[in-house]
């Protein structure tokens, strides 16, 4: 058995990348919060209250849509998404996920916003982000730099237990990052941060010593997610050698995994021994959690509708504005401030080796068209890897596109040079999305449309998992993709650093430039934010001149509840913290209750 | 073995001795039959004319708005991209009809052969053949062209071919219980006695009178395969580039599309719908016509 | 009983036709390393023996090499073996009811097998339920005032019948009564007997349509030639009223033809409900043999087909024996 297991091999692997990567994207996410966040630290002008995420091209009525209506606007929907006042215990909260996930191990399996929405449940994070986008201990008692950047010291919270009745101490943190630097995939993702010989070191009891390789004072903002969700050191030990025990997580958090049903649903029960109360932290209302893995957003509007579903996430526009068009009947947080939708090249295959072909093809892509028609109406346009209102946003950039006119020369001059890479004076290139999905077929007509004048178009349609294994390995020419938008872009470092190219690259488009990689570095080594913005904004210049993506549209991530339903964004952290509410899609749940 | 007979003739005979008011009908074609023709001719023909129409221009992103309902620019509306549903079902209608043709083409083209030989020459090459007959219409006939299509790539040849191997079967049936009945004929007998050879025969007097009902049996099976294109666009498993019907029907599909933009579906579920119903109707009139024995398809 | 033996015989003959083929098919058309190991499998061990490129590369802290996994697993799953070896061996674990394991998510294929099946059974019976119970009322009210205005019209009901694409039915069944009106649920809901039929009604109705009009026109034209029969007549002419005529001498010796094509169809339908599974949600073998194709799931992919056609050949079987029980002038033929 456990031979078989080993097949789980590369694509597991890969998965495991993934994983890595989403861990990476997840912690990152995108929230409109966090956003907003950001720039009420550093540039109060924009401060809008971080309390709902705000449809983007919305005013706020619209977002007052997200109440129940009677009453006007922002501050009702402020009071349902964060109040306890007459909160009532009991029910079962159905929500749906984008996709199912293949497991549930934070060292093991790949973790998805959709793997996020459940494990949250399950497991508590280190570290999270306040509502304003700074990184707050979470099961953490605190984490403090030293001077030179290279040592980061986890300071744990005494008394927790896992739900086995284990201790959260320093010995299971090191269990759980032996387990990720063991793991070949997820270790991809924390190995080239750690020194290689002796990454975490045991204090006391409840203190660590992390180890850095380079000086990094943002290390904290990695322990958001998969790499700092710790689970049971006697449950890791048992799943190592009973895989299916990866579908069954053990946690500190405030639920407990009750049973699982691959592709059907998932349920979780209060855990009615959790360390948190209302005094300290957040208290749980609900009696079960229950998620619904439905990968046609369509049909989850349609199952809350229905009333089948309390609660759903999409990122499909048109999933969106169906909602939308419900009015008050659902409690909406949107959120685009996050990832980006871009066309993504791999600079190190033919022909997108060559920057004439990088750049012919992102003056021809029909990106108006691609705004107009796959935003439905709804996505906003993006330029570079952050939302225009955010302090790292680079305004200086625009994202090239719909010249072909600009785009005949280049191919010509490269045709001219590379004849076997052209037929019939156009240059051939494969376009790898994921599917099958209506939409990416719609995005790929578009896109192939605008190519078409000088690309022989060959479209290949994988299944999502097989299109980000060929992505990590680099197995691809050009692809759609969707990344970025941590709630704090270093955590986003990863996408862009040299250390992260490899057999399995989390760099995709396996793009290294050492002055570019001395910027990511430099902004990793700072926590001064003037300094990290000026820095980021040189980034985003190198990234645009090197044209490796061509960006098209903001990621509109739609978490979207019944009426009924309260407390969406009040969960606080143990030190009375508030918590930034919805990132990409993962958020906590566990501080909603049913009103009526 | 004389069995296979057995039917026709009590058909035959009931036919003659009690004469139903369907008889009449069973004796011509029909208005029905014609209209049918009509309908498939017009779609056929726009189908190969789709490249000289003045819908070349409409096929793109941004004819018209998103999902705009129909109008005289646009008869059909248009769909999520802004394309015009009209053209788009004209250049959906190429792929389908290709694939429905091909697909019977190509199992008219192995299977009746088969067909001819095991029910000409019975004994152990009609066993083999009938056992491969039956092996093939045991198979799950979606599961069998998504293991292939899958494997291979999803362009119309292969989809087109796919479709034909599971046609192959069917026909192939027929084929073979019209040849026993036609084998015992005289006129076959006959040339038998003279000495002509067995290809000859099999050619010259076999296959015009296998063809009639094999002909009947592809009207419905252009129509089972345009059908199982539009599962495999369902599946994700359809023709790779350009427009099908399935796969239009499938982008019409969800619940908000279907309500904000009614006829992004239903256009061409409409046509499918008239298409197949033409050839179901068609394929039964010249049955009738014929007095071709039912075959399960 | 040397019929029964013969049929037994046969149906063993078609169910090793079909694996060989599926067997064969997964096999030679996909790269079996590959679809257990994805992209490791292109790994070029000759170079990193020679020492030309480094091993291990992707899996940090495992003490194995690329390599080493590679030739384990050509070890393991006898990847060296001729096709037919490995046919023999896989064939020799399915009858010690071992399908595998799926290499997805390490399931036994058994118990993916055990989780979905029911499902797609209980959504065939409601359709053939609905069939049924549609079918017969309608073809004797038809065949009882055959060519009248009613069965004219039913006529060319079934003819649309027929004509409409089972997707195109299902999407329009679930858009109007389950998103639309919201009578019916839009997934499957496996809490309980009434919540389970209810979710399956409207899949159930998709499937049973074209079979009804397809029963109604094969029956009402046996309606029709029994109806001629002396005994009818002489029950008509007895004055029994026609309902009872219709319902207990006419039925009966009309079901012959429908009793044939029932049995192939639900046959059939086993492996016929992918599509319908996929717009109504429903978690059954369908849903999970179109994934497992899709993913390479060799072993899943295996094992269906294996159930699907067993029950595919069973059903005939009996449909057959019942059948020259029932009338043993078929036994020849």
């Given at each position: 058995m456990s031979n078989r297991s080993k097949r789980v091999s590369v694509s597991k692997i890969v998965a495991g990348l993934l994983a890595m990567s989403l861990i990476a994207a997840a912690c990152g996410d995108s929230s409109s919060d966090t956003s907003t966040a950001a720039t009420t630290t550093a540039?109060?002008?924009?401060?809008?209250?971080?309390?709902t995420a705000a449809p983007?091209?919305?005013?706020a009525t619209s977002s007052a849509t997200?109440?129940?209506?009677d009453s006007s606007a922002e501050t009702t929907v402020t009071d349902v998404l964060r109040t306890i006042d007459g909160a009532k215990s009991g029910g079962t909260l159905r929500l749906s996920v984008l996709s199912e996930t293949d497991?549930?191990?934070?060292?093991v399996n790949r973790f998805s916003p959709t793997a996020y929405q459940m494990g949250y449940t399950v497991f508590e994070p280190l570290f999270y982000w306040d509502a304003s986008g700074q990184i707050t201990p979470y099961l953490a008692e605190s984490g403090t730099n030293s001077d030179d950047g290279l040592t980061f010291t986890l300071k744990l919270r005494p008394n927790i237990t896992f739900t086995d009745g284990e201790p959260l101490d320093a010995d299971a943190i090191i269990v759980n990052f032996e387990a990720l630097l063991a793991d070949p995939l997820i270790s991809l993702a924390v190995r080239p941060a750690l020194?290689?010989?002796?990454p975490v070191t045991k204090v006391d009891d409840l203190t660590v010593e992390f180890h850095l390789a380079?000086?990094?004072?943002?290390?904290?903002?990695?322990?958001?997610?998969q790499l700092g969700m710790p689970g049971s050191p006697k449950w890791l030990a048992a799943a190592k050698d009973d895989?299916?025990?990866?579908q069954e997580p053990v946690g500190t958090g405030p639920f407990v995994f009750d049973s699982r049903v691959q592709d059907s649903v998932t349920k979780f029960v209060k855990?009615?021994?959790?360390?948190?109360t209302r005094d300290n932290g957040t208290e749980v209302y609900l009696d079960a959690i229950e998620f619904y893995p439905v990968t046609d957003s369509q049909i989850a509007v349609s199952q809350l509708i229905g009333g089948e579903l309390d609660g759903m996430q999409t990122t499909n526009p048109t999933a969106t504005a169906a909602i939308r068009d419900e009015g008050d009947k659902f409690i909406r947080l949107e959120d685009d401030q996050g990832q980006e939708s871009f066309a993504m090249m791999n600079?190190?295959?033919?022909?997108?080796?060559?920057i004439r072909v990088r750049q012919a093809v992102t003056f021809a892509a029909a990106r108006q068209n691609y705004i107009d028609f796959a935003g439905a109406g709804i996505l906003r346009g993006s330029?570079?890897?952050?939302?225009?209102?955010?302090?790292?946003?680079?305004?200086?950039i625009k994202q090239e596109g719909d010249q072909p006119e600009l785009a005949g020369p280049l191919v010509e001059s490269y045709c001219a040079d590379v004849?076997?890479?052209?037929t019939d004076g156009r240059v051939n290139i494969d376009f790898e999305y994921s599917g099958p999905s209506v939409d990416q077929e719609n995005i790929a007509d578009i896109l192939s449309e605008g190519w078409g004048d000088f690309f022989n178009v060959n479209r290949v349609v994988l299944l999502e998992d097989d299109h980000i294994t060929n992505v990590a390995l680099g197995a691809y020419q050009i692809v759609t993709w969707r990344q970025f938008g941590a709630p704090d872009p270093t955590a986003d470092r990863v996408w862009l650093a040299?250390?992260?190219?490899?057999?399995?690259?989390?760099?995709?488009?396996?793009y290294c430039d050492q002055s570019r990689e001395d910027l990511l570095n430099a902004a990793r080594a700072t926590d001064v934010l003037s300094e990290r913005v000026d820095l980021w904004k040189q980034i985003q210049q190198k990234i645009h001149d090197d044209y490796l993506y061509i960006f098209f549209t903001r990621t509109l991530w739609d978490n979207a509840f019944v009426?009924?339903?309260?407390?969406?964004?009040g969960v606080k952290s143990p030190d009375g913290v508030e918590l930034l509410c919805t990132s990409s899609g993962a958020m906590?749940?566990?501080g909603i209750w049913f009103d009526k | 073995m004389g069995d296979d007979n057995f039917p026709n003739v009590e058909v035959a005979m009931e036919d003659v001795l009690d004469p139903t008011p369907d008889d009449a009908v069973k004796r011509k074609l029909g208005v029905g039959f014609w209209i049918a023709i009509g309908w498939l001719a017009l779609i056929t023909l726009l189908a190969i004319l789709a490249p000289i129409l003045p819908i070349d221009g409409q096929?793109?992103?941004?004819?018209?708005?998103?999902?705009?309902?129909?109008?005289?620019?646009?008869l059909f509306g248009t769909d999520a991209?802004?394309?015009d549903v009209f053209a788009r079902t004209i250049w959906g209608a190429r792929v389908s009809l290709s694939v429905g043709f091909i697909a019977i083409v190509a199992g008219m083209g192995i299977g009746g052969p088969l067909g001819i030989i095991s029910g000409y020459f019975r004994g152990k090459i009609d066993a083999v053949i009938s056992f491969v007959f039956v092996s093939l219409l045991s198979f799950p006939s979606l599961v069998l062209a998504l293991l292939i299509v899958n494997s291979l790539d999803r362009s119309l040849k292969v989809v087109a071919m796919v479709l034909g191997i599971l046609a192959i079967a069917p026909i192939g049936r027929l084929a073979r219980a019209n040849t026993i009945v036609f084998a015992e004929r005289e006129f076959v007998q006959a040339a038998r006695v003279i000495g002509a050879k067995d290809v000859r025969i099999m050619v010259r007097e076999l296959l015009p009178n296998v063809l009639i009902p094999m002909g009947a049996l592809a009207l419905l099976g252009v129509a089972v395969a345009i059908v199982a294109e539009g599962g495999l666009a369902f599946l994700g498993?359809?023709?790779?580039e350009g427009a099908t019907w399935g796969k239009m029907i499938l982008a019409g599909s969800d619940a908000r599309t279907l309500r904000t933009g009614t006829h992004v579906a239903m256009a061409p579920i409409g046509v499918m719908f008239l298409t197949v119903l033409a050839l179901n109707y068609a394929g039964d009139r010249v049955r009738s016509y014929f007095d071709v024995r039912e075959t399960a398809f | 009983m040397r019929y029964i033996l013969q049929r037994i015989g046969q149906l063993v003959m078609v169910l090793f036709a079909v694996t060989v083929i599926t067997f064969a098919s997964v096999n030679v058309l996909g790269d079996p390393l590959t679809n257990i190991l994805g992209p490791l499998a292109s790994i070029d061990c000759a170079d990193v023996n020679a020492g030309l490129k480094p091993d291990s590369?992707?899996?940090?802290?495992?003490?194995?090499?690329d390599c080493a996994v590679v030739e384990r697993t050509r070890a393991e799953f006898n990847l060296d073996s001729a096709l037919p070896v490995r046919y023999a061996r896989w064939v020799g674990d399915i009858s010690t009811g071992d399908f595998g394991t799926s290499?997805?998510?390490?399931?036994?294929v058994s118990t993916v097998i055990k989780n979905k099946l029911p499902v797609t059974l209980r959504l065939v019976g409601v359709g053939l339920f609905f069939s049924i119970v549609l079918s017969i009322p309608w073809a004797l009210l038809s065949a009882y005032r055959a060519n009248r205005p009613f069965d004219n019209v039913s006529t060319v009901v079934s003819f649309g019948l027929l004509a409409i694409p089972n997707f195109a039915m299902g999407v329009i069944l679930l858009y109007f009564?389950?998103?639309?009106?919201?009578?019916?649920?839009t997934r499957y809901d496996p809490d309980g007997i009434y919540n389970q039929l209810k979710s399956l009604f409207l899949p159930g109705l998709t499937l049973a349509l074209p079979l009804a009009a397809t029963y109604q026109r094969l029956l009402r034209t046996d309606l029709i030639t029994t109806l001629q029969e002396d005994f009818v007549h002489m029950a008509r002419a007895k004055g029994m009223p026609p309902r009872s005529i219709m319902t207990?001498?006419?039925l009966r010796p009309s079901m012959f033809s429908v009793l044939t094509v029932f049995g192939i169809n639900t046959g059939a339908l086993l492996g016929g409900t992918l599509v319908i599974e996929r717009i109504f949600s429903i978690p059954g073998v369908g849903t999970e043999i179109v994934t497992a194709i899709v993913r390479d799931d060799t072993p899943v992919v295996l094992g269906i087909v294996v159930i699907i056609v067993t029950g595919f050949v069973l059903i005939n079987l009996l449909v057959d024996l019942l059948y020259s029980v029932l009338d043993p002038r078929v036994r020849r033929g």
């Open positions: 540039a109060p002008t924009t401060a809008a209250p971080a309390t983007p091209k919305e005013d997200a109440d129940k209506g497991g549930l191990n934070p060292t020194d290689a010989d002796v380079l000086p990094n004072k943002q290390f904290a903002t990695g322990l958001d997610g895989q299916a025990l990866n855990n009615p021994d959790w360390w948190q600079s190190t295959v033919p022909p997108f080796d060559d330029d570079t890897m952050f939302a225009p209102e955010l302090i790292w946003n680079n305004a200086d004849p076997e890479g052209c040299c250390d992260s190219i490899g057999f399995v690259s989390l760099n995709w488009p396996r009426a009924n339903t309260r407390n969406q964004c906590f749940n566990h | 096929n793109v992103t941004g004819a018209g708005g998103r999902l705009d309902g129909p109008s005289m620019s646009h991209n802004g394309r498993l359809s023709v790779k | 590369s992707t899996r940090g802290g495992t003490s194995e090499g290499f997805q998510n390490q399931l036994p009564f389950a998103v639309r009106w919201q009578f019916f649920p207990r001498h006419a």
